[in-house]
């Protein structure tokens, strides 16, 4: 059974950072390409961002690019968000998603993803 578990969200200020982690079972970790996408209150899901099975390829939305940091652990079979220099419009739930596909232009997709985690919540004050 494939499950993958956020943690890391909360409360932050404006201009402050969070660390969100994506710890995966049930799947050979390496072999997916992982991703983080956010939902915010009354706004459809969007991409944040995407790192593929070997790490090679690492794509981001505009509106995070410079300022959030994606990265994989494989032996700990977890995928991280670094976020820095956060903005208000950056709350939202965030969840991470795992997908076995290498096609690089599908990766920012939703559809792509097989896996989904139940999200974390990210708040920032402004």
């Known amino acids: 059974q494939v499950q993958l578990v956020e943690s890391g969200g909360g409360l932050v200020q404006a201009g402050g950072s969070l660390r969100l982690s994506c710890e995966a079972s049930g799947v050979t970790f390496s072999r997916y390409t992982m991703a983080w996408f956010r939902q915010a209150p009354g706004k459809e899901r969007e991409f944040v961002a995407v790192?593929?099975?070997?790490?090679?390829?690492?794509f981001y939305a505009d509106s995070v690019k410079g300022r959030f940091i994606i990265s994989k652990d494989n032996a700990k079979r977890t995928v991280f968000l670094q976020m820095n220099a956060l903005r208000f419009e950056d709350t939202a739930v965030y969840y991470c998603a795992a997908s076995s596909s290498v096609i690089v232009a599908q990766m920012r997709s939703q559809s792509t993803y097989s896996y989904w985690g139940r999200g974390t919540q990210v708040t920032v004050s402004s």
């Open positions: 790192i593929s099975q070997r790490s090679g390829s690492l």
